[in-house]
């Protein structure tokens, strides 16, 4: 008779030592609802003035008293505020305070919070997908994954755009100052676009997505901005936008999203100058899975799996890249497309900026 496999030994300090990390990991699951609440009642603009009580609070934000009160506990709890229990009150820090309340810092995160949230929302359709290898569509997501996705990436693109990431692309700057034709594929909300058209008057700017309700609200961004005179917004597809010559052609964290990307490379191509720069940029990670085991890549992993991936097998090919896809997949793609020029340009520890070119 065959010897039977021998059960593996149980290191007892190991296997408590992860429960309590799955602990910890359940409230920090909880607290993406808990910042996102904190973020919509107005919770953390009104700590930023001081130490309050959770009466203070509740009546700072004409909110019920035993929600305020344990809300206050848990972000006492998980780090985010300081509890001074001779006073009974608490602080936002003001380094908290500037990452929770100032959508000017770089640090600004309640969009990072409002996209995951809104993310997992969706999950029973995402566990349908998985079974049966179908997608869920952007189109299909909760507005929080919309909205917390122009806030987050639109921190990013204040604090890095203008400064960093055009100066880094080979005579892009020049061209746009003196009169450049653009067009931003898969702008969603615009807010790529609207930088760029208020730093650029004199250029140009075209916003493509095949998102019809965020080319409306893109429309909305810039009517209120005062920004239309060189700035409109079109529902087209990736593949599909018109309109040939453009100087600049720019996707914005959006190339892994789409089902075709190999087909919009080759129609970026058609519709490129033949002096024009096509500037992808794209989540930041390395080419091996090894390289991205961090905390920006965990994270990016987990909207890969729950958001990009799916909304990429909603589509037509469904390549399905996945967010960390890497440079040397995106040059396949790009290469694949028809371009011949490939540089990794500039990076931050979310982003990497790459010039593309005929």
Not at 136 to 148: A, F, I, K, M, R
Request: glycine share 10%.
């Amino acid at each position: 008779m065959a010897d039977l496999q021998q059960a593996p030994e149980i290191d007892i300090d190991k296997l408590m030592a992860f429960v309590f990390k799955a602990v910890d990991e359940v409230g920090a699951t909880l607290n993406t609802a808990l910042v996102v609440m904190g973020d919509k009642l107005g919770y953390y603009t009104a700590m930023a003035t001081g130490p309050v009580t959770p009466l203070q609070l509740a009546e700072a934000t004409d909110t019920a008293l035993p929600y305020a009160r344990e809300w206050l506990n848990a972000q006492a709890a998980g780090g985010y505020v300081e509890f001074d229990a001779e006073s009974g009150k608490y602080l936002l820090p003001p380094e908290h305070a500037a990452a929770l309340t100032d959508p000017g810092s770089p640090a600004y995160l309640p969009g990072f919070f409002q996209i995951a949230l809104g993310t997992t929302h969706d999950v029973d359709g995402v566990l349908a997908a998985a079974l049966n290898g179908s997608g869920l569509g952007w189109h299909e997501h909760h507005s929080d994954v919309h909205e917390g996705c122009e806030r987050f990436f639109r921190t990013m693109y204040n604090t890095h755009l203008l400064g960093q990431w055009l100066p880094a692309l080979d005579g892009v700057v020049e061209k746009l100052e003196s009169g450049a034709r653009v067009a931003d594929v898969g702008c969603g909300h615009g807010a790529s676009t609207l930088i760029m058209a208020k730093a650029f008057p004199r250029s140009t700017f075209i916003g493509f997505d095949y998102h019809d309700l965020s080319i409306q609200t893109a429309r909305k961004r810039a009517r209120e901005a005062g920004v239309e005179a060189n700035l409109g917004f079109e529902t087209a597809s990736a593949t599909g936008f018109p309109g040939t010559g453009f100087d600049l052609v720019t996707t914005f964290d959006a190339l892994h999203d789409m089902g075709d990307p190999v087909g919009a490379a080759s129609h970026v191509r058609q519709a490129i100058a033949e002096d024009g720069t096509w500037m992808v940029v794209e989540p930041m990670s390395g080419d091996t899975v090894a390289e991205n085991l961090n905390p920006v890549g965990r994270a990016y992993y987990g909207f890969s799996t729950l958001l990009c991936t799916p909304c990429s097998l909603a589509q037509e090919v469904g390549l399905a890249l996945g967010t960390q896809a890497g440079p040397a997949r995106i040059h396949d793609v790009v290469s694949t497309g028809g371009f011949t020029r490939f540089a990794s340009v500039s990076q931050t520890p979310f982003n990497r900026v790459l010039e593309v070119r005929p």
